[in-house]
């Protein structure tokens, strides 16, 4: 059967960006599988309450941050709280068609049409639009479309897109310089495009 151009995976977690840092340093500094099982299992970097959680977790992250290259780790790692948030949504955004076509079709829109919220109803009305554009997409029970809008809109929440979460209302962001420049020189041209809707 073919593969869906639509995962569920972006469910997982909003951007946890403190877990990313720790994540962007470890993928820097090269470990291996045991080094890997020893700071996420064994010495709970991620502080997570149980080693299922952190290994569901760090692995999320670990895939993520994979999509780009050790520059955009640095950034992660060692750039200012808006820098590394930045860093990672351009990363989640490569890592789940879902995020990237919503910001690209229907973020962009409300911002194009000077819109003042993201209504919930959006979200509906795009997974149907999804259905249409990939017939092999999943059939996601009520529950978890509702879970991937959680965690969508919180990403937006963190990144600034949205700034209340009760009426979902839109602002725009100018992404970091450090982030886009990073994203131009390695020809990311599908998430520079996804990444600046309000521009």
């Given amino acids: 059967m073919a593969e869906s151009r639509y995962k569920a995976d972006i469910g997982g977690g909003s951007l946890k960006v403190p877990e990313s840092r720790v994540v962007a340093g ?27 959680t952190a290994k569901r977790q760090a692995s ?30 351009a990363c989640a955004i490569k890592h789940s068609t879902l995020l990237g076509d919503f910001l690209d079709l229907v973020v962009r829109e409300q911002f194009r049409l000077f819109r003042s919220d993201l209504p919930r109803k959006r979200w509906n009305d795009f997974l149907d639009q999804c259905r249409n554009r990939d017939p092999f997409m999943p059939e996601w029970q ?29 602002q725009p962001v100018r992404m970091s310089a450090d982030v886009l420049a990073y994203l131009r020189e390695h020809d990311e041209q599908d998430v520079l495009r996804c990444i600046q809707v309000s521009q």
Wanted: proline share 2%.
């Fill in 26 to 52: 470890l993928l820097l500094d090269g470990v291996d599988e045991a080094e890997w099982r020893d700071a996420i299992e064994v010495r709970n970097l991620l502080q997570k309450r149980s080693p299922g």
């Fill in 60 to 89: 999320l992250i670990r895939n993520r941050l994979s999509t780009m290259g050790p520059d955009l780790w640095e950034l992660v790692r060692d750039g200012s709280h808006v820098v590394a948030t930045h860093a990672v949504f």
């Fill in 142 to 170: 009520e529950s978890t479309s509702n879970k991937l809008a959680d965690c969508v809109y919180r990403i937006l929440a963190e990144v600034g897109y949205i700034t209340d979460s009760k009426t979902y209302r839109l």
